[in-house]
């Protein structure tokens, strides 16, 4: 049986300390598609993706991964099955070498799998196999950012998820980040990518929502909420038309 979609959060309630983060949240990410959530700081975007790799527990409603609910399943398993995601502020391991990150990956794979998928990763980032021996600590922001999604890449994920990779990057560096990230999709993974940046998110987006204090407010393909009233007054102050 194959599903449309990979990930379906269904009707999710979050709190901290009893106070609500997230209200009723419902959304769903389609096979090899990139879908974008995006909202100011303070939404609840980051919650959500703790919720969606088994770090936060929710109060009611579901997760649902690959047809299955993650319900109580703890992050390792999650990664196990395939969903991976790159955290806000990238966590590499600054003192090991790219390829020592890469190859930390794949931790999950067979000798032979980990090769394959180092070539596809040096393909898809030709930076890293320049790199190979520099530690990943003294690269520049951009480049530990692919780093840090090649790295989770290597555990061949069914959907992975970023938080805010475009976050301090420079405007060239963050044109090249959306372009990576749409050859990732073009490869068949799902992406479920959390931003600030509005604009160049939702111009990458195959589907889009968009988070107000906890509470999704508007969704749709991308290209329609980028010329849409709504976005263009609560994000860029300015009208659409
Ligand atoms: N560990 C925590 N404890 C208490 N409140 C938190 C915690 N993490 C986040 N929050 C609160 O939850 C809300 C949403 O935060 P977050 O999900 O990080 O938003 P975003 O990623 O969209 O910026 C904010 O009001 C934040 O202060
Ligand atoms: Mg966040």
């Known amino acids: 049986m194959t599903q449309t979609h990979i990930l379906e959060v269904r ?3 979050v709190d901290y300390n009893g106070y609500a ?14 879908t974008v959530l995006v909202g100011l700081n303070g939404a609840g975007k980051s919650t959500l993706l703790k919720a ?16 299955t609910s993650i319900a109580g399943e703890k ?3 999650l990664v196990s099955r395939g969903l991976l995601q790159v955290p806000e502020g990238r966590h590499l391991f600054p003192r090991m070498t790219v390829l020592e ?9 067979s000798a032979r799998q980990r090769r394959e998928d180092l070539e596809r990763m040096f393909h898809l ?26 790295r989770a890449l290597m555990g061949s994920p069914k959907l992975l998820v970023l938080d805010e990779p ?12 959306f372009r990576m990230i749409a050859a990732i999709r073009d490869e068949g993974v799902s992406v479920l990518l959390v931003e600030q940046n509005v604009k160049q ?24 909420l980028a010329g849409s009233d709504e976005i263009h007054a609560a994000y860029f102050g300015t009208a659409a038309h």
């Open 75 to 77: 992050p390792a398993m």
């Open 11 to 13: 009707h999710l309630h």
């Open 52 to 67: 969606v790799s088994g770090l936060k527990a929710w109060s009611s409603g579901d997760i649902v991964f690959a047809g």
């Open 201 to 224: 998110a939702l111009a990458h987006a195959d589907y889009a929502y968009v988070i107000d204090r906890g509470c999704i407010t508007l969704e749709g393909p991308g290209s329609e």
């Open 21 to 34: 983060v997230l209200k009723d949240v419902s959304l769903s990410v389609t096979r090899s598609s990139i």
């Open 166 to 177: 475009s976050l301090g990057l420079a405007p060239l560096m963050v044109a090249e980040m």
């Open 101 to 109: 990150n890469l190859e930390l990956g794949g931790y999950l794979r």
């Open 125 to 150: 980032f030709p930076v890293l196999r320049e790199r190979t021996d520099q530690l990943g600590g003294t690269m520049s922001g951009g480049q530990q950012q692919m780093l840090a999604i090649a």
